[in-house]
């Protein structure tokens, strides 16, 4: 089985910033599938669930959101087994619970590729 555990979520001032990060245990083989990679998603009060941020192992390559382009950041540390995504300019509509999720290859922007969830990190942002 695959785990992922968040955290760093928090309260914070509209313009600020947070760091979450996601570790994940269990057997992988992200060394061994091309397109393993770790995504972020979000589920704001009364929305559905959306995409945030995606890294690919293998190679780095990230992907974004559009609204969240230019204000975060996702990397990932391979020997630790984590990635982190660094919000920055944090605005009252980022308000959301934020989940980390595994998937060996698919489409990196849609929920239903991901294989593995984590229980997700509150994050709000005040104006």
């Known amino acids: 089985q695959v785990r992922l555990v968040e955290s760093g979520g928090g309260l914070v001032q509209a313009g600020g910033s947070l760091r979450l990060s996601c570790a994940v245990s269990g057997r992988t083989f992200s060394s061994a599938v091309a397109t393993y990679a770790l995504g972020w998603f979000r589920r704001g009060p009364g929305k559905e669930r959306e995409f945030v941020a995606a890294?690919?192992?293998?190679?780095?390559?990230?992907y974004y959101a559009d609204s969240v382009q230019g204000r975060f950041t996702i990397s990932r540390d391979n020997a630790k087994n984590t990635t982190a995504l660094q919000m920055n300019n944090l605005k009252p509509d980022d308000t959301a619970v934020y989940y980390c999720?595994?998937?060996?290859?698919?489409?990196?922007?849609?929920?239903?590729?991901?294989?593995?969830w984590g229980q997700g990190t509150q994050v709000t942002v005040s104006s």
């Open positions: 999720a595994m998937t060996w290859g698919g489409d990196y922007y849609q929920s239903r590729t991901y294989n593995y």
């Open positions: 890294i690919r192992w293998n190679d780095g390559s990230t």
